[in-house]
């Protein structure tokens, strides 16, 4: 019985001695370390994944037009809204574009119109929006269009240059031989013919006059039209 309660004193000091060495251990001062709480769950802070809504279009041509852009990518200028924006304000453009001295297929090609999904855009959404001007679309897409000319100084060639026929660059203006009149209340009409050496062949001053016609020669270096009205070939 003694050997017994010997065994379990020493097993108390030696429970003891653990204790307080475990209780001191991690301090120089002897003062117990704190123990770093764990926490039961971590916290995520990755935002839940939301998809976008399904756009909605509005009910018409506009928002088939704008479904359409949609389904096939095209990209709309930054200048509009919406693809159907776009075609609307080519719509509202297209009965004056004639102005400057370019049809209205010529104005669609050589303005930028078309560039981009432009093209594709129009081919689809003017039908919906304006069906009248479908056949000039259609002209300026092909690049078989008629070409009207302003006042101005044109290269005579038949090859068409990518310049406009309003460009700033005079030189890169070209215009076909060919047949042309203007038409309209014309005041101090001034135009002339030259060679590709730069005589002058033929030229007219008309103070007032309501039609001119002029051919220009395909050995004709240059046609110069000042204050006449617009140029049309004459078919």
Known sequence: MRAMRGVGAVAAGLAAVVLVSGCSAGSDDGKPAAVESIPSAVVSTVPPVTEDPEPVYPAGPEGDIDRMADEEGWIVDELYGSAS????????????????????????????????SGEAMLLAGVPKLCPKWTPAVKE??????????????????????????????????????????????????????????????????ATSARSITVTIAPSDGQFTSERCAVWKPVK
């Open 140 to 205: 300026a897409a092909s690049g078989d269009y008629e070409r009207w000319f302003g006042d101005g100084t044109y290269v005579v060639s038949a090859k068409k240059l990518p310049t406009d026929s309003r460009g700033e660059d005079e030189e890169e203006l070209t215009i076909p031989p060919g047949t042309y009149r203007a038409s309209g209340r014309m005041e101090d009409c001034y135009w002339e013919r030259t060679s590709k050496g730069g005589e002058i062949i033929d030229n007219q001053l």
């Open 85 to 116: 924006e776009f075609v609307q304000d080519i719509c509202d453009s297209l009965p004056v574009s004639a102005v400057d001295g370019a049809s209205r297929p010529q104005w669609l090609a050589e303005s930028g119109q078309l560039e981009g």
